[in-house]
């Protein structure tokens, strides 16, 4: 087949781009999105922060206030009161998961008839809509019809509490349901980490007659640390950011006994629209999840080292 | 510009904050013609469509219906396009900061009337509603509250709403509770004639041990629903949320708006079933639906559902309804619901000349008369004093007899923030039992006082 003139000059023109310049092409569209839709909108919120602005307010301009709204949410005693709670939840979740995900994985780490099954089953919660699940345990917590307590022992309905309606009650039970939903996620990893581990390092360790609580704590725990810490880290930074299993359970109540701090943000940003606070407050929030995650990373780092 | 970075920033914020039945309506009458003189006229400006948004419910279907018709007549499609009750204000305010023209009409809430009013996203309709006589077709209470900022008309009444209840016909006219109440309680047990007659008619009815309890109140802390539900209780007691000066302090917080706290909370706590600590309409109507309830409140809008028999098959022809009744010193008020339709200011002249022509269609009588036959909750006067109006459902007499004495929560720019402080204390004394009902009154006079003191309506 004869080319044209034109179509030799195209052929010759796409010849002509380099290796670098192909690369640039390709990556092009996603730096722009990036900067479009995270850089801009970081920096821009960052700016915002330091402003008195609303954002249901166009003809109002964001007006330069410096460190007023960090001064404002950094001295109110409530936004200590949710950053409290929200660090008991955040603390007391991760942990359950880890020991109930790691658990879990120990128990399905050797294959048996209908491992498989299980395997699949337990991991059906995380693939669920967080707001669903709220329904559904809404119903399960129901002290009247609901299941739960009829499980822990309260076999006359209404004789059990109403989890969802006392303020001691309601952050259990949204961690309850949080450990449901998520412990499957660490065992999915930590399965991982355990499956990898050699055969010859449990032969040797036989061959000394070691204890099974002593190849346990020696070999199996250093050898998952990092994929359970890799898991740690993730539901970390999920359980800091808890919005709508909230709102599908509790609202943020009764009174302010759920109000987790992504639930208050929430509340600043699009019920109070005032968007420099509110600018502010995920400013802290991101500030506090970096200072967590660093930590976590560092440890990371370390387990690796010492396991190398 | 800035209204576009700061849809962004709002983006942001939304994600590091979050990883996150309708009955059938009744037979409704033969389409309406066209008023007169109006029929089949060639779209004016060159519109030919028109969009309306508005809350996902059974009333927002019921005006597309309407909007079909006036297709035939006027030849200009309407579309209403519905956003769930969770995120229908989200959506309104997103657009409103973009001044975006993804609507042209939107059925705003009574309380964003100041919001939208003074930041100029609705158009200013007082010419164009005194030029046309649409004031003078709706009740005054629902002008005032759907449609009145600052003297001047935003919104034409659409959906009149209130909180209303609902009864168990059958429980309250049996021979043998209305005997054992008489002997308990010395007077007659019918349909309550005060705030006080209601506790004792919800104390009698309620029996844990058949699954039956008195009452269901809203307890729900998301959005308003508290609120509504207790101020009912706040504004029959004699108190308010305000003055005419908007002080707080003194007017709110008083010995008697105590008490109607304290009986909402023993509502709550003694005499509604369990597990209903947040509790909105759905919740209510479930509670009755199901048969665990002799009463319940809830906006007048989801009333259908109770007299329809497929979705109440047990109770559906056992249901009474009644107005919310006065507190102790006679004071009647039921709390706003409903809303009004208003027309986006950030459209082109000739899309808000449709819509408004749109309205008045709208607002005209054959047009509102099937409105209300349809199931929607017709604001206009003729029509909701019409024998036909009150004879077509159990609960319009209730609803015409509401539409009398409504009164609304804020509808200052600043609501949301006065909304939030609310609903936590509220529910913190309500649900929680944290503190007394005077100490909740006394946190939000003063950080109501606070927020009105920081937006310039007190010194």
């Known amino acids: ?112 008839k209908g491992s498989g099954l299980i395997t ?43 989890w969802l309606g006392e303020g001691s009650r309601a952050l259990w039970a949204i961690i309850i349901v949080d450990v449901w939903m998520w412990s499957p ?38 050898q998952v640390a990092p994929l359970l810490l890799i898991a740690i880290l993730f539901r970390t930074i999920e359980a800091f950011k808890t919005f709508d299993l909230v709102m599908g359970l509790t609202g943020g109540g009764p009174g302010d006994a759920t109000e ?20 502010a407050l995920a400013y802290i929030i991101l500030v506090i999840v970096i200072a967590v995650s660093n930590l976590y990373v560092r440890s990371l780092n370390r387990i690796r080292g010492e396991n190398h | 510009m800035t209204k576009k970075l700061g849809l962004l920033t709002l983006g942001l914020a939304a994600a590091l904050a979050a990883g996150c039945a309708a009955p059938a309506a009744p037979a409704a009458p033969a389409a309406p013609a066209a008023p007169a003189g109006q029929a089949t006229a060639a779209p ?47 959506k309104v305010t997103a657009e409103w900061a973009a001044k975006g023209t993804g609507y042209d009409m939107v059925v705003g809430d009574s309380q964003w009337l100041g919001q939208a009013a003074t930041q100029g996203h609705y158009l200013d309709l007082t010419d164009f509603m005194k030029e046309k006589g649409l004031d003078k077709t709706v009740t005054p209470a629902t002008l005032l509250y759907y449609g009145t900022y600052n003297g001047k008309y935003w919104a034409f009444p659409t959906e009149g709403d209130a909180l209303g209840w609902a009864y168990r016909k059958d429980l309250f006219e049996d021979p043998a509770e209305k005997e054992a109440f008489k002997a308990k309680y010395g007077y007659d047990l019918d ?24 009452i269901a109140v809203y307890t729900q802390k998301d959005y308003d629903a508290i609120t509504m539900g207790a101020q009912n209780f706040i504004f029959n007691f004699g108190a308010d949320w305000k003055n005419d000066k908007f002080e707080v302090e003194g007017v709110l917080n008083t010995e008697d708006a105590a008490k109607a706290l304290e009986l909402y909370r023993e509502l709550y706590t003694k005499f509604m079933p369990p597990g209903l600590s947040n509790a909105f309409f759905q919740e209510m109507n479930d509670a009755f639906i199901s048969g665990q309830v002799a009463m319940i409140t809830n906006y007048f809008a989801f009333f259908p559902a109770l007299v329809n028999p497929q979705t109440n ?34 459209i082109s002249p000739e899309r808000q000349q449709a819509a408004k022509d749109f309205i008045e269609w709208f607002a ?42 409504v009164k609304d929560f804020w509808n200052i720019p600043e609501f949301g923030d006065l909304l939030v402080v609310s609903q936590r204390e509220l529910s913190k004394y309500i649900v929680e039992g944290q503190g007394t009902a005077k100490a909740a009154l006394d946190n939000i006079a003063r950080e109501h006082t606070e927020i009105l003191k920081k937006a310039g309506y007190l010194k």
């Open chain 1, 120 to 162: 699949t089953l337990i991991l059906i919660p995380i693939m669920m809509s967080p707001v669903v699940i709220g329904l559904f345990w809404k119903l399960i917590y129901n002290p009247a019809f609901g299941i739960f307590n009829y499980l822990i022992g309260y076999s006359v309905p209404n004789s059990g509490p109403d």
């Open chain 2, 364 to 405: 005209s009588k054959p047009v509102q008369e099937k409105w209300a036959a349809l199931g929607g909750y017709t604001c206009n006067i003729e029509v909701l004093n019409s024998d036909t109006f009150k004879q077509a459902t159990p609960y319009n007499p209730a609803f015409a007899e509401t539409m009398n004495f």
């Open chain 2, 191 to 214: 349909v309550p004639k005060d705030l006080l007659q209601l506790r004792d008619i919800a104390e009698f009815f309620t029996r844990p041990e058949k699954n039956l309890y008195g």
């Open chain 1, 260 to 279: 987790l701090i992504a639930v208050h943000l929430y509340r600043a940003a699009f019920t109070r629209f005032t968007t420099g606070e509110s600018s």
């Open chain 2, 44 to 90: 004016a400006g060159g519109v030919t469509e028109l969009t309306i948004w508005w809350a996902e419910w059974d009333p927002a279907n019921y005006l597309q219906e309407l909007a079909n018709d006036y297709e035939k007549a006027r030849g200009i499609k309407v579309n209403v396009v519905q956003e769930p009750w969770g995120t229908y204000y989200n």
């Open chain 1, 185 to 222: 996620f660490v065992m999915l990893l930590c399965l991982s980490g355990l499956k990898a581990i050699p055969d010859y390092l449990y032969e040797a360790a036989a061959i000394d007659r070691a204890s099974p609580w002593f190849q346990f704590w020696r070999i199996t725990l250093p």
């Open chain 2, 313 to 346: 098959p047990n109770y559906y022809d056992k249901v009474g309804f009644f107005a919310t009744p006065p507190g102790p010193g006679g004071a009647q008020y039921a709390s706003l619901g409903g809303q009004g339709i208003s027309v986006n200011a950030y």
């Open chain 1, 1 to 112: 087949m004869q080319l044209t003139r034109t179509q030799t000059a195209r052929v010759h023109s796409r010849r002509s781009l380099t290796d670098v310049q192909i690369q640039v092409l390709f990556i092009a569209p996603t730096i722009i999105l990036l900067v479009l839709w995270n850089i801009f909108p970081l920096f821009y919120s960052l700016y915002l922060s330091f402003t008195e602005f609303s954002v249901i307010k166009p003809d109002v301009p964001p007006a330069w206030i410096g460190l007023q709204n960090y001064n404002k949410l950094l001295s109110d005693p409530r936004i200590w009161q949710y950053f409290t709670l929200t660090g008991r939840y955040v603390v007391t979740t991760v942990a359950l998961q880890a020991i109930v995900g790691f658990g879990l994985a120990l128990f399905l780490r050797e294959r048996f």
